[in-house]
């Protein structure tokens, strides 16, 4: 049973970085077949795509082109977990933040376990 | 700029069957977009259904079936139960730089 729980801070001043993480049970972070990514949700913007890592012979990340600039994504294999960072946030970053696992069961996407969500709020 | 399009909003009734769609501004929408389908109930995160067009996961309800309909990606519901009301988004795939785009949703009520 696969299991994402997702951890930081509900509040981030403008111009900060915005930091979570995703602890996984039930599966590695180091898995050859899955990737590992975020998501968030706001009104405004719908579901949002911003990112994955994974790794395969080396760890590798994938950012969307609208957070590319300030984004990292980086895997934590010690506590098998994975975090978000996003720098120089604006209000238009408030969100709520999922993690979720890609099984790749194909060449597309399917994202089947997810996390609970952060609400990020942005907001001095 | 992709745009994903889904129906606002569907009503349907206790033991009914409806059927949401999912466009593509691009065109047609093919096994090659690889759709899933997600529900969403208030407060919750996205609960994953179908992938691939029709692949259900161990989790999904019978009643609950993914296909390509008219140039759409489609999910039906038969048999529609009340727990069933919810936010649907689907998901298409377009490949490189643009990676997957997810649908503005449809909020189903089951009335």
């Known amino acids: 049973q696969v299991q994402l729980q997702q951890s930081g801070p509900g509040l981030v001043r403008p111009s900060q970085t915005l930091s979570l993480t995703c602890a996984i049970s039930?599966?590695?972070?180091?898995?050859?077949?899955?990737?590992w990514d975020w998501i968030r949700q706001s009104p405004s913007r719908g579901l949002e795509w911003l990112g994955r890592?994974?790794?395969?012979?080396?760890?590798?990340?994938d950012y969307a082109v609208s957070v590319k600039s300030r984004i990292t994504i980086n895997a934590d294999t010690s506590k098998n977990q994975f975090s978000l960072q996003l720098d120089s946030v604006t209000p238009e970053d408030t969100a709520v933040y999922y993690c979720a696992r890609d099984p790749r069961y194909s060449s597309g996407w399917s994202f089947d376990h997810w996390g609970q969500g952060i609400l990020v709020t942005v907001s001095s | 700029q992709t745009v994903v399009t889904q129906e606002p909003s569907l009503t349907v009734s206790p033991g009914g069957t409806v059927t949401l769609t999912c466009a593509s501004s691009?065109?047609?929408?093919?096994?090659?977009?690889?759709p899933n389908w997600f529900q969403q109930k208030p407060g919750q995160a996205p609960t994953a259904l179908i992938y691939?067009?029709?692949n259900k996961h161990s989790w999904t309800p019978a009643r609950f079936s993914g296909s390509l309909l008219g140039g759409k990606a489609a999910l039906t519901v038969s048999g529609v139960q009340p727990e069933d009301e919810a936010e649907y988004y689907c998901?298409?795939?377009?490949?490189?730089?643009?990676?997957?785009?997810f649908g503005g949703g449809t909020k189903l009520t089951v009335l």
């Open positions: 998901l298409l795939y377009y490949g490189g730089a643009q990676g997957g785009v």
């Open positions: 691939s067009t029709s």
């Open positions: 691009t065109g047609a929408v093919t096994s090659d977009s690889y």
């Open positions: 039930g599966d590695s972070v180091s898995s050859k077949s899955a990737t």
């Open positions: 890592t994974y790794y395969r012979s080396k760890w590798s990340s």
